[in-house]
Every structure is written in C-alpha cells, then in structure tokens.
C-alpha cells in the first residue's frame, strides 16, 4: 500500500509513511522483517517515534449476540528521535519477534480466512497518526504442520477458522483470544461428532493442543461439547496420524463427567454450550469494524480454502471507520 493514507492528524503537508513487509509468511515466536519508508511533508518534522501494532480481526460473544472488532495484541517501537527535512526520502528497517501464540493465517500457501494485519503508528510533534496497514501472513510451526495434516490424513476436512475473543480457562494463553480451526468429522466419528476445533496455543517450550468436539446427542441424552488438551514439543517426533486418532478417540469416547489423565501429555474437562471454559472481559479494546466476514469455500481437503472476500476489504473498512 503506497503512501496509503496522509496523516490526517497532523494536517496538509504533513509526512506519509508507507510500511513493506519482505516477502514470504512469517511463523509464530520467529521474526517479521521489513522496512517503513517516509517521505518528508511540507515543512521539516521532527519524528518523535515509529511504532509497529498488530491487529487482528477477533470475533466476541456476548449476552447481545456476537460482533466482529479489531484487537491490536502486540507493539514494536522501530525507530524515531530524528528529524525529517521537507520532501526528504527515509527508510527504517526493522526485524521484531512475533508472540508465540500469533495466529496461523495460511497452511501449504493456502489462506485459512483469519484476518491479520500490520499498522503504522507515526508520532509527529507531539500528535499521533496510524498511516499504513498491511496484511500479515503467518505460516504454522512444523509440529502444528504436522498436526494438521495427520488430521487431514485420518480425513478430517477443513470447515473455516476464526479468533475468538476470550480465555481457555486451565491453558497458559496469553494473548486476549484465541484460534479455533473447525474441521468437518472423519467418516468414521461422523456418528460421534458434528465438527472438532483445533486450538494451538505455542510458547517457547512447545504448544498445547486443545481440541474441542461437538458431539451428537443419543437416543437418551442431548448433545454437548467435550474439551481435552495435549502437550507437544516443538521437534517432538512421533506418528502423528496415529498420535492424533488417539487423541481423537479418547475425546470422542469419553462419557460424562470431567477427569483428568494422569499421563504427560493430556488433561480432559468437560464444557457445556454457553462457552463456560471461556473466561476474561468483554470485546474491551476491540473496535467494531463494520465490515463483512470473509467466506472460506472447501474444494478438495484440509488444506483448500479460498477466499471469496478480499482480506483487504477488511481493514480499509476499519479505517473508514476510524476516520
């Protein structure tokens, strides 16, 4: 997006900033390059700092229904404390640490229909302006890779993905949502459920899982959901289509009652329909954003989203709105 917005706040002539991410996906805990590039207004400017804020299209239920917002869940200051002249030209690279728990956005190239994005904060004598905003494109670390394709090899089919605003309760979850990827049940478990969500939660030492399954009710009982977690280690080496089946089973096959299992890896508890294993505030810092969903169309297994909407849309809406 070049020079995309002129900094209203600091009026006509002012400097116009226009921020380039390098090429490729990024993945959660590793790096984001790039460089932010200035072009002096009118008059000399004095740039007090520049600053990176990543935002993120979160959806929140609440007693009203559910709304869609803008969540801004990290910030880097890359540069400032320098003069820019009239008309002058300068680029600021910049290389920051992206939080574990950033959301995965793509898988094999493929757009999974979260809604990342980059923005621009210049900090101009005293006044302050958000300028560009570009889209972000996370890849997932190898051990989520795996873990969502042993899903697709046991045929799991993807359904749609989406951030929640909200706490797994029970989780070390740090930002203020979530991401579930939903996928459609296996042949074999379609009796047993109606979809699985897949939640990753990453840290240094490696990710939890959580899978939550909608299950279907019995000829005696309704259906509800059941929720367990796992533990793996980011260069953990394991069958992960039998790994994942287990995981599958054990979920599925549960009945009633919360428990623990007593073994390294897992932690099972029970939830119902109002979302009670979610915890923490309303919408908060998110800002309506008066835009439309995006669609994700399935063609072919896990890994075939296409984005009907353009991601773009999104946030060009979120600044009309800011306006």
Request: net charge negative; no cysteine; charged share 20%.
């Amino acid at each position: 997006m070049v020079f995309k917005r002129l900094l209203g706040s600091l009026g006509v002539g002012g400097p116009t900033v226009d921020t380039v991410l390098d090429p490729g996906a990024s993945r959660p805990g590793g790096t984001l390059t790039g460089q932010v590039h200035l072009e002096g207004g009118q008059t000399d400017f004095d740039i007090e700092h520049i600053t990176l804020e990543l935002v993120a299209r979160v959806e929140a239920e609440h007693a009203e229904g559910e709304s869609e917002g803008v969540v801004a869940f990290e910030r880097f200051t890359v540069g400032g404390g320098f003069r820019l002249a009239a008309g002058q030209p300068h680029s600021v690279p910049f290389t920051v640490t992206l939080p574990w728990e950033t959301p995965v956005t793509e898988l094999h190239g493929q757009h999974l229909g979260v809604v990342l994005g980059v923005r621009t904060e210049l900090a101009v004598a005293g006044a302050r302006d958000k300028g560009d905003l570009d889209q972000l494109s996370i890849a997932p670390l190898p051990v989520q890779e795996a873990i969502l394709e042993a899903f697709g090899q046991l045929g799991f089919g993807f359904r749609s993905a989406d951030l929640e605003y909200g706490h797994i309760a029970g989780t070390g979850q740090r930002l203020p949502f979530y991401q579930e990827v939903e996928l459609t049940p296996a042949p074999r478990y379609a009796h047993q459920v109606n979809e699985i969500e897949v939640t990753f939660l990453a840290n240094p030492g490696g990710v939890e899982v959580v899978l939550e399954a909608d299950k279907r009710g019995g000829l005696f009982s309704g259906g509800h959901d059941a929720l367990t977690r796992f533990t793996v280690g980011h260069h953990d080496s394991r069958d992960w289509t039998a790994e994942v089946d287990a995981w599958v089973r054990q979920l599925t096959e549960r009945h009633g009652g919360a428990h623990a299992h007593t073994g390294p890896y897992a932690v099972h508890e029970h939830h119902d329909h109002g979302g009670n294993h979610r915890s923490g505030p309303g919408m908060g810092t998110a800002v309506a954003a008066g835009a439309a969903g995006l669609a994700v169309g399935v063609a072919g297994g896990l890994v075939a989203a296409e984005v009907v909407d353009e991601v773009g849309d999104f946030f060009e809406g979120d600044e009309e709105d800011e306006g």
